[in-house]
């Protein structure tokens, strides 16, 4: 595929929309076109960030955020791919457990809440437990399928230089060429993660989603879009380090 | 067959009978080969060339007979390796890791791999592509890697399946080469699969025919023909053209509906 611009171009293109998305909303509401209670003026969000950081709210409410994500991220994608990986390559634990994973698979990470604060109460450990159910869903299929498509031939050359156990196959074969789907499902539970983490926190646990919940009962939307930068920025810094790291793993890729 | 009490053979196939489901589709086949001989089997395509292949090394059951591969217990080797047609390196390991496939689980240390997996690697002149990946090199190159990773483990038996069919014509002629030189400096015996009848005549010291696999019955071994041509050169020898023409016979009389069994 060609590209009809070049980088720089792009970049300015992009840039250029974004500015003139903000400059329309400040204008809209400096004309009186946007009620002011509703939406806050976009030029008054970095003082009300400065202002998050300088009480301290903003590192107490992203770390304990951060805390949720990475558990129920971490504990979500470990055991979503060994189970995904489990399936893929143990016909007898794939079937017995087919019916089971299409019954909880439609169920959304929302829907445990009731569960999730009944055994573990109003805890980080009940965020957690939301964010990894839907990032288990994810690198589960993501790791079922990218087993399930590795070429058997390379199985038969494992077999024929005696690499013929299920460990030396494991880990010499079915991992390293399932590793760019197991990869990508990774960097969608990452994603996946942050849209369940504020949602997870709604219902009282101190974090983003907390503080969000609380500025809006005040009407203070300067606040709410300050933590909506938030997750935005710290999604694309994650996705950018997960990007380095993917790069590195599969340097040999064509 | 007499042959079949050679006290040297490396490896024995007796009565193997093949096939899937329980039915057969190949019966019958007796195979004795000595240190360092070259057998090339050919025949028409499904006729079970390379299901007789796995058979003989044991990657697929027989439905019947037994086939042994005799191998004292040398340490850091395997009793035989094989070339597949693709080459079938593994895209996330560098050419020098991909040699050493064969050689890990066999208690040597990793400085002892490397050094096994160069010298191969040198034998078949890719000595320098050592830490490259093999979607870098071209499809000779990579059969080239095949051949060594084939060879690293000292293999008492070299099975090779197809391995030039899906090269173009001037690097199978290259590889067909080098494969001739290569012989000299192993005591592999070589199983060789190949559809190419000027292929099996140039490279064998003898050559079983399959076919006779009409109307549904299995197919069988329908000769086993002695090349008897020197190593070098042998395309030059007036006999080659001969050679080819018998087995093309024996093939073509083989899968003829009306010939008698």
Known sequence: MTEPFSRLRRTALGAFGLTLFVALWELSLRLGLLPGNLVPLPSS???????EIGDGIWWEVVSSSLTHYAVGVGVGSVLGIAAGVAAALL?????????????LRPIPPLAWIPFAIIWFGITPGAAAFIISIGVFWINYFASYSAVRAVDPGFDEVARAFGQQRFAARLTKVSLPAAAPGILGGLRAGLGQGWMTVVAAELFGIPGIGQRMMEASGLLATDIVVVYMLTIAGLYALFDLIFLRLQGRLLRWTP | MDSLTLPKAVLEARDL?????????????????????????????????????????GLLPPLAGTTRIRHETVAGTRPWSMVFQAPRLFPWRRIAANVELGLEGLGLSRAERRRR???????????????????????????????????AVEPRVLFMDEPFSALDAITRRRLQGELIE????????????????DEAVLLADRIMVLGGHDAGAPARVIATL?????????????????????????????TEPSEDP
């Open chain 2, 182 to 197: 290569l012989r000299q400096r192993t005591d592999a015996a070589i199983v060789f699969v190949t559809h190419d009848i």
């Open chain 2, 226 to 254: 002695e090349v008897n041509l020197p190593m070098q050169d042998r395309r030059d020898t007036p006999a080659f053209a001969e050679r080819v023409q018998r087995v093309e016979a024996l093939i073509g009389a083989g």
């Open chain 1, 45 to 51: 969000i970095p003082a009300v960030f400065m202002a």
């Open chain 1, 91 to 103: 016909p007898v634990f794939n079937a017995t457990h087919a019916w089971l994973a299409r019954l």
């Open chain 2, 17 to 57: 009978s093949l096939g899937f489901a329980g039915r057969p589709v190949l019966e019958g086949v007796d195979l004795a080969l000595a240190s360092q001989e070259f057998v090339a089997i050919v025949g028409a395509s499904g006729v079970g060339k390379s299901t007789l292949l796995r058979a003989l090394c």
């Open chain 2, 117 to 151: 997996a160069l010298a191969p690697l040198a034998l078949v002149g890719l000595n320098d592509m050592a830490m490259r990946w093999p979607s870098t090199l071209s499809g000779g190159q990579q059969q080239r890697v095949g051949i060594a990773r084939a060879l």
